[in-house]
């Protein structure tokens, strides 16, 4: 009966002093062969972890590159390189970098969309936006490094132009028809800020250039690229302002009429989930932002060859095809999530990306250039000014009202296709220049 209940009491390692000598004996063995019991399962656990790393790694490069339909263009790029070294057609380079840079930054919009599932939808709408404009900033860089600033200004400002009315317009007008049945109201909070950040943006571009064309600088040349740059400075706090207001300070009054309309949405919620993991999307955006910036050099390089082979203007290439190529990433995602009428991420992504632009890009490029020695201001011409403030205005009147349809979004794409004309008739006047 002693020794039962001396096997009892070890059984549940209780420690208790035993005058007999097989109890110890017992308890040292016990210690001793338990790490043989354990290694063996450690080593088929660590195996099984590796596998199913390998797994997961094999179906994430499944999902983000064969998956999608428009992955068919990838090869375009690798071509583009060769075309680049082997002839030295540069109309060809630039068509082939552009459908080549096309897919990658959808699927970059994609692995965004996708981080954005851990996180709220604020922070995802800033994600959207951040790294949709990964793309116009790479080329925007490279181009202000070879000392091309009308390039650089006219592609960010067809970014903007781009996103606040092909982007909205197409989002609004897709969503518009699915949900033809009811109205679909977004925040009108984030609307009226991001349109006063806008303005805001319109002042430091227009007072620059009213400068410069009205002669009336103190030092000629001078007076406004040191207005340009102080006014870069002042547009980036008030970015930083903007983005501490949305995050931290009031970060309730961004997300309230997506919190109403929880309720209603859970089925479509419970629905959704992410295809690949937190970590996966991440490093998914770190390589496709360094193979668009690889494809973006050899972009840049070859525009001024193919305006000149093409007989387009170089204002059209900029304002236009750049920023359509660049945008896919927010056209893609603004149109799923107005289709999933969650129109709050679809304004954060589409007018949160031209607020960005205009209030962070814009305002880095020209304190970039300064620390590189290179002329860049905030004069973007009368022309680019005048259109820029027109279609700030333009939207502004669409967003007061807080509701979209598709006769909105209708009216958005008709406004694009009436400035993509004006600029392929508009003459560059730095050539004129020249």
């Given at each position: 009966?002693a020794?039962?209940?001396?096997?009892?009491?070890?059984e549940?390692?209780?420690?208790?002093?035993?005058?007999?000598?097989?109890?110890?004996?017992?308890?040292?063995?016990?210690?001793?062969?338990?790490?043989?019991?354990?290694?063996?399962?450690?080593?088929?656990?660590?195996?099984?972890?590796r596998?199913?790393?390998?797994?997961s790694?094999?179906?994430?490069?499944?999902?983000v590159?064969?998956?999608?339909?428009?992955?068919?263009?990838?090869?375009?790029?690798?071509?583009a390189?060769?075309?680049?070294?082997?002839?030295?057609?540069?109309a060809?380079?630039?068509?082939?970098?552009l459908l080549?840079i096309?897919?990658?930054?959808e699927r970059?919009?994609?692995?965004?969309?996708?981080l954005?599932?851990?996180?709220?939808?604020?922070?995802?709408?800033?994600l959207?936006?951040?790294?949709?404009?990964?793309?116009?900033?790479?080329?925007?860089?490279y181009?202000?490094?070879?000392?091309?600033?009308?390039?650089?200004?006219?592609?960010?400002?067809?970014?903007?132009l781009?996103?606040?009315?092909l982007?909205?317009?197409?989002?609004?007008?897709?969503?518009?028809i699915?949900?033809?049945?009811?109205?679909?109201v977004?925040?009108?909070?984030?609307?009226?800020?991001n349109s006063?950040?806008?303005?805001?943006?319109?002042?430091?571009l227009?007072?620059?250039?009213?400068l410069?064309f009205?002669h009336?600088?103190?030092h000629?040349?001078k007076?406004?690229?040191?207005?340009?740059?102080?006014?870069?400075?002042?547009?980036?706090?008030?970015?930083?302002?903007?983005?501490?207001?949305?995050?931290?300070?009031?970060?309730?009054?961004?997300?309230?009429v997506?919190?109403?309309?929880?309720?209603?949405?859970?089925?479509?919620?419970?629905e959704?989930?992410?295809?690949?993991?937190?970590?996966?999307?991440?490093g998914?955006?770190?390589?496709?932002?360094?193979?668009i910036?690889?494809?973006?050099?050899?972009?840049?390089?070859?525009?001024?060859?193919?305006?000149?082979?093409?007989?387009?203007?170089?204002?059209?290439?900029?304002?236009?095809?750049?920023?359509?190529?660049?945008?896919?990433?927010?056209?893609?995602?603004?149109?799923m999530f107005?289709?999933?009428?969650?129109?709050?991420?679809?304004?954060g992504?589409?007018?949160?990306?031209?607020?960005?632009?205009?209030?962070?890009?814009?305002?880095?490029?020209?304190?970039?250039?300064?620390?590189?020695?290179?002329?860049?201001?905030?004069?973007f011409q009368l022309f680019?000014?005048?259109?820029?403030?027109?279609?700030?205005?333009v939207?502004?009147?669409?967003l007061?009202?807080?509701?979209?349809?598709?006769?909105k979004?209708?009216?958005l794409?008709l406004?694009?296709?009436?400035?993509?004309?004006?600029?392929?008739?508009?003459?560059?006047?730095?050539?004129?220049?020249d």
């Amino acid at each position: 009966m002693a020794s039962a209940g001396e096997k009892l009491e070890l059984e549940f390692g209780e420690e208790i002093p035993f005058s007999s000598s097989q109890a110890t004996i017992k308890m040292d063995s016990l210690h001793y062969e338990a790490p043989h019991i354990v290694s063996p399962r450690s080593y088929r656990s660590s195996r099984v972890l590796r596998k199913m790393y390998q797994i997961s790694l094999l179906r994430s490069i499944y999902i983000v590159i064969i998956k999608g339909k428009i992955n068919v263009l990838l090869p375009f790029g690798p071509l583009a390189i060769l075309l680049h070294y082997v002839t030295g057609k540069h109309a060809w380079v630039f068509f082939f970098s552009l459908l080549g840079i096309t897919p990658l930054a959808e699927r970059l919009g994609y692995a965004t969309e996708q981080l954005a599932f851990y996180t709220g939808p604020t922070v995802g709408g800033l994600l959207n936006a951040t790294f949709g404009n990964a793309t116009e900033m790479i080329i925007s860089l490279y181009a202000l490094n070879n000392g091309m600033m009308p390039v650089v200004k006219q592609s960010l400002l067809g970014s903007i132009l781009s996103n606040m009315l092909l982007v909205l317009g197409c989002a609004f007008f897709s969503g518009g028809i699915i949900h033809h049945q009811k109205v679909q109201v977004f925040n009108k909070a984030t609307a009226i800020v991001n349109s006063g950040l806008l303005l805001m943006a319109v002042m430091g571009l227009l007072f620059p250039a009213v400068l410069h064309f009205t002669h009336t600088e103190v030092h000629f040349g001078k007076s406004q690229l040191a207005l340009s740059r102080f006014s870069s400075c002042i547009m980036l706090i008030a970015y930083a302002g903007y983005l501490f207001f949305q995050l931290k300070s009031q970060p309730n009054l961004y997300s309230s009429v997506s919190e109403d309309g929880e309720h209603n949405s859970e089925d479509s919620e419970e629905e959704e989930a992410p295809e690949i993991t937190q970590w996966e999307a991440i490093g998914w955006l770190a390589v496709l932002t360094i193979w668009i910036s690889v494809l973006s050099g050899y972009l840049v390089d070859a525009i001024e060859g193919a305006s000149d082979s093409m007989n387009m203007p170089m204002s059209f290439i900029s304002v236009i095809l750049l920023p359509i190529v660049g945008n896919a990433a927010e056209h893609a995602s603004a149109i799923m999530f107005a289709m999933k009428d969650k129109l709050d991420i679809t304004l954060g992504v589409a007018i949160g990306s031209s607020t960005q632009i205009s209030m962070f890009v814009i305002p880095f490029c020209v304190v970039v250039g300064w620390f590189m020695g290179k002329p860049m201001d905030l004069n973007f011409q009368l022309f680019e000014t005048a259109t820029l403030f027109i279609t700030v205005l333009v939207v502004a009147f669409m967003l007061q009202e807080g509701t979209s349809n598709y006769f909105k979004g209708l009216m958005l794409i008709l406004c694009y296709l009436i400035v993509a004309a004006s600029f392929f008739v508009h003459v560059d006047p730095s050539k004129d220049g020249d």
